[in-house]
């Protein structure tokens, strides 16, 4: 697989000449300026691609070329809205860039209450607590009737979080839920916002009385209306699961599972309509078996993020070492190099360690986290390769 690594423009405190240094090959990005729902101009496309390229790197996969929420709850934009869309698409094709990584997720892009919880070897690492996701729901964020959406178990650790959580302590949880795991991927809430509960609100009341199978259909639509687009210029549209892959905030999730993928696969049947397989998602539920997972839609498959979680009995998850957790991703490696060697593969989420939290790298997004795992990973493709009697490709070094 061609390893790529998620970059996130020319402010990024990690820089190009870094990532060819360690064996990058592939860029993973976007043009995280121009606001959600307007149009990518070749000259925008063109300008990013060749700074990349001047690093000896290619801009391999789009992550992402944001579905504004008025497409996902089908406002009466929408039509327009993914008329621009198609435009980014057609400009992107004349660039060569042909791999869309997106998501279909309300609101959010993905969740996590901790992001920095501590590993037992001194790294940390993200960590999703479901009795801290509910007391946010709950007793912060208020949404009517939240409770309902809870077992017994975490409404008594509500009970228990309530004696003992602090103003502090519910500021940290909002930027850790609402602001700093989506700000810097183009979400809806800035770090700047002043009442970011408030507008996470406003968004909610957005999707008032979307059912999973209205949100579906509004998947099916934007497929099958940007589908004649992506034939033409020969663009792979490759969804991400939800993360994490179940119901939040009352809102539907409608890629978390096998009965999901197969939905949207056989909805707009077409090649072109593909997945990203995020190892580290689908291993959040224990409904996955991620191995299957991978063999059943290998040859549907147009980006693979591998990573790994690990689940606590109570359901809780963290992020696993990349040779660890649920995933797998030894086997991982063998199933999609056989199906397909040049797929491109980021790792995701590594941990952070060594001076990572001094330098203030995006939530999830550390450089030597994510350095030490493309590490492991490298190695599991290297042998793998050799099993497979492939050529493991090197970059930068004498062979």
């Not at 789009?62 to 009466?76: D, F, M, Q, R, T």
């Amino acid at each position: 697989m061609e390893r790529t690594w998620r970059w996130f423009g020319k402010k990024d405190k990690i820089t190009l000449a870094m990532l060819k240094e360690i064996g990058v090959q592939g860029i993973v990005t976007a043009l995280h300026d121009i606001p959600n729902g307007n149009i990518w101009t070749k000259e925008k496309i063109h300008d990013l691609k060749t700074y990349i390229e001047s690093y000896g790197m290619r801009w391999s996969v789009v992550e992402s070329l944001p579905v504004c929420e008025s497409i996902k709850y089908a406002g009466p934009d929408r039509d327009q809205l993914i008329e621009n869309y198609k435009i980014s698409l057609k400009n992107l094709s004349q660039e060569g860039i042909h791999t869309i990584c997106y998501n279909f997720m309300p609101v959010l892009d993905w969740a996590r209450t901790d992001l920095a919880h501590p590993n037992p070897n001194g790294t940390t690492n993200l960590y999703f607590s479901h009795a801290a996701f509910a007391y946010f729901d709950i007793c912060i964020l208020k949404r009517k009737d939240a409770e309902k959406s809870w077992n017994k178990e975490i409404l008594e650790e509500v009970e228990r979080l309530k004696k003992t959580m602090t103003p502090a302590d519910d500021h940290k949880l909002v930027e850790n839920i609402i602001v700093k795991t989506q700000g810097f991927v183009s979400g809806n809430i800035k770090e700047d916002d002043q009442h970011p509960v408030e507008l996470f609100r406003q968004l909610l009341n957005l999707y008032k009385g979307i059912t999973k199978e209205q949100l579906r259909e509004n998947m099916r639509y934007f497929l099958a209306a940007i589908m004649p687009t992506c034939n033409e210029y020969d663009m792979y549209m490759c969804v991400h699961p939800d993360d994490p892959p179940f119901q939040i905030l009352g809102l539907p999730r409608i890629v978390t599972n096998d009965e999901d993928i197969s939905w949207f696969l056989h909805a707009v049947d077409d090649p072109h309509n593909g997945l990203t397989f995020c190892a580290g998602s689908l291993s959040a539920s224990v409904q996955n078996n991620v191995v299957d997972l991978a063999r059943k839609y290998a040859s549907r498959t147009h980006f693979v993020h591998l990573r790994s979680c690990y689940i606590f009995p109570n359901g809780d998850f963290t992020e696993a070492s990349h040779l660890g957790g649920r995933a797998d991703i030894i086997e991982l490696a063998r199933i999609f190099e056989k199906t397909n060697p040049n797929l491109p593969m980021r790792v995701d989420h590594g941990m952070t360690m060594l001076g990572d939290t001094e330098r203030r790298y995006n939530a999830g997004y550390s450089f030597l986290g994510r350095m030490f795992a493309m590490g492991q990973v490298q190695g599991i493709l290297a042998t793998v390769d050799r099993e497979l009697g492939l050529e493991y490709k090197q970059s930068g070094f004498y062979d």
